[in-house]
T-cell receptor, first 117, second 114 residues
Framework: AQKITQTQPGMFVQEKEAVTLDCTYDTSDQSYGLFWYKQPSSGEMIFLIYQGSYDEQNATEGRYSLNFQKARKSANLVISASQLGDSAMYFCAMRAVLMDSSYKLIFGSGTRLLVRP | DGGITQSPKYLFRKEGQNVTLSCEQNLNHDAMYWYRQDPGQGLRLIYYSQIVNDFQKGDIAEGYSVSREKKESFPLTVTSAQKNPTAFYLC?????????????FGPGTRLTVL
């Protein structure tokens, strides 16, 4: 069965420091995609970064980078130079193929990040 | 501005009532999705639709119904058969096919049963 595991319910980080949010996944598919979303207190899910299973380079988007270790089935999110506005819930998700060849996202349980001033 | 809108933001339902949550997108996306989020948990798929007039059940479809009469609109009805409907509901869309199939989300509707 396909599954996403986020083992850190909550994390603290000092403003301007870097933080790593852990994500491990389980799938038997050869082709898959991994996503990170940010959910502030307002509730909206904001797409941050994507990594395809065949991408050789780790994905980066501004202060976000994805540490993709395929053999270990991990896709950790690294946020550099944390800002107060980074305080939010962060979800790791994996693209799963459905019976009719469409896709859905499978989500982990999330990590709540609090940035301290 | 292109995006996904959901209304209402907050919704209160009495026992035994059906309520409909609105989801509209002007991104010209083909596929649309409804997810449910319970406190402290990730999202679970309720229904999805790849094209107009076609939709499929997700993982937790019981007690819900949808329609897809227009490309831009994918309303979700929470029926009285849904025993525990209090949750946060998120609508998403994506433009298939695309390499990443990134799903973009609306702002959500928080449903509370009184």
């Amino acid at each position: 069965a396909q599954k996403i595991t986020q083992t850190q319910p909550g994390m603290f980080v000092q403003e301007k420091e870097a933080v790593t949010l852990d994500c491990t996944y389980d799938t038997s598919d050869q082709s898959y995609g991994l996503f990170w979303y940010k959910q502030p207190s307002s509730g909206e899910m904001i797409f941050l970064i994507y990594q395809g299973s065949y991408d050789e380079q780790n994905a980066t988007e501004g202060r976000y980078s994805l540490n993709f270790q395929k053999a270990r089935k991990s896709a950790n999110l690294v946020i550099s130079a944390s800002q107060l506005g980074d305080s939010a819930m962060y979800f790791c998700a994996m693209r799963a193929v459905l019976m009719d060849s469409s896709y859905k996202l499978i989500f982990g349980s999330g990590t709540r990040l609090l940035v301290r001033p | 501005d292109g995006g996904i809108t959901q209304s209402p933001k907050y919704l209160f339902r009495k026992e035994g009532q059906n309520v409909t949550l609105s989801c509209e997108q002007n991104l010209n996306h083909d596929a649309m999705y409804w997810y449910r989020q319970d406190p402290g948990q990730g999202l679970r798929l309720i229904y999805y639709s790849q094209i107009v007039n076609d939709f499929q059940k997700g993982d937790i479809a019981e007690g819900y119904s949808v329609s897809r009469e227009k490309k831009e609109s994918f309303p979700l009805t929470v029926t009285s058969a849904q025993k525990n409907p209090t949750a946060f509901y998120l609508c998403a869309s994506t433009n298939q096919p695309s390499a990443a199939d990134t799903q973009y989300f609306g702002p959500g509707t928080r449903l509370t049963v009184l």
